[in-house]
Structure formats: C-alpha cells, structure tokens
C-alpha cells in the first residue's frame, strides 16, 4: 500500500543528495595574493612591481631599492579574464601581461591591451603554479635575467624556452617558502 507512494518520491530523494561532479571546474578569485618565484638561486622570492617601466621583477622584499614595489594579486580561475595587481598602498597597476610567441619578451603590467602583442588573459593555476593556458595546452615558459642591482632578476616569457645570456627557467606559484600560502 506504500510502496506506490515510495516509488514515486524515490527520484526526488535521489536527486536531493546529489553531488556535483568532482572534475567540475569551479571558478574562483583570490584576492590579496602573492605569486612567488622558484628558480636557480631564486628560492621563493615575491614578485615586484617596476614604478618607472611598469614591468614585472622578482625579488626580495626586505631589500630591493626603491623604483620596486610590492604587489599583491586578484587571480581568477577564469582564463578570459584579466589577472590585476595592486601596490602596497592600493594604487593598481593594471592588468598582467605576456608576449605569446617572444624568444624572451618582458613580462608586465599594462592599464589597457594597448599592443597586439601582448596578451592581458589566458592565465589559470595548476595546482599552485601559474599557467598561460593556449587552447588545450597549459604552458609555464617564464625565465628570470639578472640586472644590475644584485638581488633583482627581470621577468620574462620564452616561448622557445632557450636559454638567453643569464637567463634561467622560474616557476611561478602563490605559495610561499616554507608551505606559506599567499593569501
């Protein structure tokens, strides 16, 4: 006598414990971040914005001279958006941004795509490492060269992944020496 009722509620019960998929991509934002590179001789160093060029530097936070800031990050899981960065004293500096397709181009932050060239979307986390995600490809081609102020190494994108002068392979991950994540 109940075993009609029970039928039909059976799919609803069903459908009320269910779960989505663990392989679902959820986008996220995470604010406040701090991407940190790991290369030869770069052991977890933040990286930094250049006040007079507007481009990328890793390097370390307690010493670098003053034409750097420090810089923390809105990262989105959403490849077609814009990953933006912000100075300690809240001032944006403007979108990060790329050279696809460079042997060694500079790595920065523009305010608009103000140049075909570079490219302000794409990136994603993989794990805790950023990737420039082209099509169905994850890529993570960015190499640090030393400058003249000892402890300061420019950010660049190398899509032949060839080695440059002093240049060396970096990877880029929002956390921190020591297990410390960034936010």
Do not use: C
């Amino acid at each position: 006598m109940h075993l009609p009722t029970f039928l039909t509620l059976l799919p609803f019960l069903a459908f009320s414990t269910a779960k989505p998929h663990p392989f679902v991509t959820r986008q996220t934002t995470t604010t406040s971040a701090t991407i940190y590179a790991y290369g030869t001789n770069i052991s977890g160093l933040p990286l930094v914005y250049g006040l007079s060029d507007g481009l990328a530097y890793i390097a370390d936070t307690s010493s670098f001279p003053s034409t750097l800031s420090a810089i923390t990050w809105d990262i989105t899981t959403d490849t077609s958006t814009a990953w933006n960065a912000t100075t300690s004293n809240s001032t944006s500096v403007g979108s990060f941004f790329i050279t696809p397709g460079s042997s060694l181009g500079a790595v920065g932050f523009t305010s608009a795509n103000t140049t075909s060239a570079v490219t302000t979307t794409g990136f994603s986390l993989f794990g805790e490492q950023v990737v420039f995600v082209n099509g169905s490809t994850y890529e993570s081609q960015f190499w640090a060269s030393s400058t003249d102020t000892d402890g300061v190494w420019a950010l660049y994108w190398n899509s032949d992944g060839i080695e440059e002068g002093s240049s060396v392979p970096v990877v880029l991950k929002t956390i921190g020496p020591s297990g410390t994540t960034s936010s």
